[in-house]
């Protein structure tokens, strides 16, 4: 019977840190909370919870992530970010895998609460994330900020489990806004250090398709106005990225 740990990392998470934490007791036998020296209640709230607490600077989305799985004690953990939650349904499933635990690693659709409003449709649900794993078969991987799970080995085998991940995202649209012009200069950064570049035909497809395929194919338009401003945000996100890349070039030769 595998023991778990559950892994968060946090900077500033006063607003939701205390569902995650209660979401967490009773499922997962420890909780470690690698926190980027909050400057909110963010470490108060977790010192009233039987939490291992650790601080670290900032070291990069992905680099956190697998500088707090090294600090998990048990090689199964169940990995989330501070505005996470399981749902009822999902921490259900995950006691059962004490006893079911087969295969390396498990998804768990996301679902995500923009604006006080769960949204249903567009790129963010089902929002399905592998964040039930052995940590000796997975790390996190990606382009910062966009950050995933991802296994090891082409062989290695996932199963997916009842229940949601609940994501508290966005409370406004100015922290959207705001959250969307942070996270595209990190994408920006990163696609430079990768080589990747930005011809000008990928400021009008990339960002024009982005929108289409969330707000036209996966149904953006049923969520309303949150849906019509998230799937114009996933287009936006899309253009400043590729736009802030072209900067970048141009400061380089500039140089």
Same mark, same amino acid.
């Given at each position: 019977?595998?023991?778990?740990?559950?892994?968060?990392? %946090?900077?500033?998470?006063? $607003?939701?840190?205390?569902?995650? @934490?209660?979401? /967490?007791?009773?499922?997962?036998?420890?909780?470690?909370?690698?926190?980027?020296?909050?400057?909110?209640? %963010?470490?108060?709230?977790?010192?009233?919870?039987?939490?291992?607490?650790?601080?670290?600077?900032?070291?990069?989305?992905?680099?956190?992530?697998?500088?707090?799985?090294?600090?998990?004690?048990?090689?199964?953990?169940?990995?989330?970010?501070?505005?996470?939650? /399981?749902?009822?349904?999902?921490?259900?499933?995950?006691?059962?895998?004490?006893?079911?635990?087969?295969?390396?690693?498990?998804?768990?659709? $996301? +679902?995500?609460?923009?604006?006080?409003?769960?949204?249903?449709?567009?790129?963010?649900?089902?929002?399905?994330?592998?964040?039930?794993?052995?940590?000796?078969?997975?790390?996190?991987?990606?382009?910062?900020?966009?950050?995933?799970?991802?296994?090891?080995?082409?062989?290695?085998?996932?199963?997916?489990?009842?229940?949601?991940?609940?994501?508290?995202?966005?409370?406004?649209?100015?922290?959207?806004?705001?959250? %969307?012009? +942070?996270?595209?200069?990190?994408?920006?950064?990163?696609?430079?250090?990768? #080589?990747?570049?930005?011809?000008?035909?990928? /400021?009008?497809?990339?960002?024009?398709?982005?929108?289409?395929?969330? +707000?036209?194919?996966? @149904?953006?338009? @049923?969520? #309303?106005?949150?849906?019509?401003?998230?799937?114009?945000?996933?287009?936006?996100?899309?253009?400043?990225?590729?736009?802030? /890349?072209?900067?970048?070039?141009?400061?380089? $030769?500039?140089?």
């Amino acid at each position: 019977m595998p023991k778990l740990s559950g892994v968060i990392i %946090t900077f500033n998470e006063e $607003r939701n840190i205390e569902k995650c @934490l209660q979401s /967490l007791a009773g499922v997962v036998d420890e909780i470690v909370v690698v926190d980027s020296f909050s400057t909110d209640k %963010t470490k108060a709230i977790c010192e009233q919870y039987n939490v291992k607490f650790v601080e670290q600077k900032f070291l990069g989305y992905i680099e956190q992530k697998n500088f707090a799985l090294g600090e998990a004690t048990y090689n199964h953990v169940v990995s989330l970010d501070g505005d996470e939650a /399981l749902s009822k349904k999902l921490q259900a499933s995950i006691k059962l895998l004490k006893t079911t635990w087969t295969l390396d690693g498990y998804y768990a659709n $996301r +679902y995500n609460n923009f604006c006080g409003q769960w949204i249903k449709h567009s790129d963010w649900y089902p929002n399905k994330k592998l964040r039930v794993f052995d940590k000796r078969k997975a790390q996190w991987q990606g382009i910062n900020p966009h950050d995933n799970v991802q296994l090891h080995d082409t062989a290695s085998e996932a199963g997916h489990l009842k229940g949601d991940i609940l994501h508290w995202t966005y409370q406004s649209y100015k922290e959207m806004d705001e959250k %969307t012009d +942070y996270f595209s200069t990190i994408a920006a950064k990163a696609y430079l250090d990768k #080589g990747k570049t930005a011809p000008i035909w990928k /400021l009008i497809w990339n960002p024009s398709w982005a929108f289409f395929k969330a +707000y036209f194919l996966r @149904l953006g338009f @049923l969520d #309303g106005l949150n849906g019509y401003r998230i799937c114009y945000q996933t287009g936006k996100i899309t253009y400043l990225k590729y736009y802030k /890349l072209r900067e970048l070039y141009k400061a380089l $030769r500039a140089s």
